[in-house]
């Protein structure tokens, strides 16, 4: 099977199936403005916004996921569910905050969509049911709101209706 | 998923961070901390897709930057007004801030919108108000929904009238529009017609007693991409099936049609040839024919006295052990149907010719009727796997010689291939 060699920020260089990162239009672009083909070439595509240990885990679930076609579009009129997140990906989501941010960036830089949206449903999973103040503690974000006190009113009584 | 106690350690300001944040610095091989407060808008957004909106809304309240994601675009082209009044409702309610805000920011980026309303006729007053100002929208879907006493029937029509006909000129999209239950009328629907005619795909206007049937047909007429109708009888006419299977018009997918009468004996209903039903099947041969029988008994001489392409029927008052006979002879497409009540007579022979002449029948629904349990038996035998809902009060089946009533469960069972018991309460 065809193989491709990808170059991490660090410098890494990982050997990876072609089959794993065809879906990344990130990749597959980069394959055609290089002028490359699927073998034979040895140079190494660099990717300098993916780290090393980031990289492998993405490739690790595009692995598992290769067989997966790519998420069909939602209606845009349908809610969107959190609850299906699948086994497999939970645990590979038993991440600390810090790598989870990676994915997500990863995910979004490569774009490998179900990575991104299954990370980011974990992201809206960490949101729900919490307050803003609860919200920014969890992620650790500096609330630069002006007049926070006057447009918090509105939403508090928000809940109040509810 | 991840909750409390890692994300606690990372976040407690106070004691030892220096220690911590140098471990995680190491472990992610980087130097940068990760500033959720500033990623990239675009995926922000996505996070945003996946929560309901008081959760938007407290995150909405975190940062600037996430602030300015929570008016996007994208995050407003559904949204659905409740409008209760707390005096009388115990369900929650949009609140009027918030109404004044998607308004001011976001009506030209709403496009499937609907308006749930309660009984009273403020609700009604406020979803009005809120369509009129609907200016600047392309709506694709409308929704008006009563969840009690339809309270836009309260409005004096011409105040409804305008406020509708804001959305219908504004929208010029208009694939899918829900009005049942309101004083829509026929100059309105010419509005729609003339406005949204290409892309109307889905009406459904039951118990709508201001349109008459050349209002309804100028809407078949038109909109050719139409593939589901919901109507009262009052408005089927030869000319409407017709129109609707024209070369022009598309196959319809689903058209169902409201029988009701108010007063016993004092509403005539219309015949339809036979040979606009014809037509209508030969040009939709996989239409479902939805039908809503609410009359009294003496009320259904004009009905089921030739064959029609019915595939759904359900009777919600009383209806006669004939009118039952004459369902099964004329009936040969009905896939469901459901008998509220009937007389003191049992229905064996009746529900024998329906198993016999409706082959495709697959799903019934018994209340307060009576039927033998020799001839229950027999009808499911005859039926056998293809009943897929099978919903029959206990008190319809009548033991007999050959069954009891613990007997009757073991042998529906068995010709079904499944457990069956029948049910306490109905479950329509």
Redesign the interface.
Known sequence: MPSIKLQSSGGEIFEVDVEIVKQSLTIKTMLEDLGMHDEGDDDPIPLPNANAAIFKKVIQWRTHHKDNPPPPEVDEDKEKRTDDISLWDQEFLKVDQGTLFELILAANYLDFKGLLDVTCKSVANMVKRKTPEEICKTFNIKNDLPGTNKICLWTSKLILYF | ???GG???D??S?EEGTTEKSKK?RT????SQ??D??N??Q??IL???????L??R????????N??QVFHMPDLW??FEFELNQPATSYL??T?P??IKQIIKRHSNHL??VSFKVDSSKESAEAACDILSQLVNCSLK?LGLISTARPSFMDLPKSHFISALTVVFVNSKSLSSLKIDDTPVDDPSLKVLVANNSDTLKLLKMSSCPHVSPAGILCVADQCHGLRELALNYHLLSDELLLALSSEKHVRLEHLRIDVVSENPGQTHFHTIQKSSWDAFIRHSPKVNLVMYFFLYEEEFDPFFRYEIPATHLYFGRSVSKDVLGRVGMTCPRLVELVVCANGLRPLDEELIRIAERCKNLSAIGLGECEVSCSAFVEFVKMCGGRLSQLSIMEEVLIPDQKYSLEQIHWEVSKHLGRVWFPDMMPTW
């Not at chain 2, 472990?27 to 980087?30: Q, S």
């Open positions: 998923m991840k909750r890692r994300d606690s990372r976040n300001s995680l472990t992610n091989e980087h901390t990760c959720w407060g990623l990239l675009d995926i996505q996070v945003f897709k996946y929560l309901p008081l959760d809304a407290h995150a909405s309240q975190v940062c600037r996430w602030n082209r559904c929650k309610a609140h801030e918030l496009q499937y879907t």
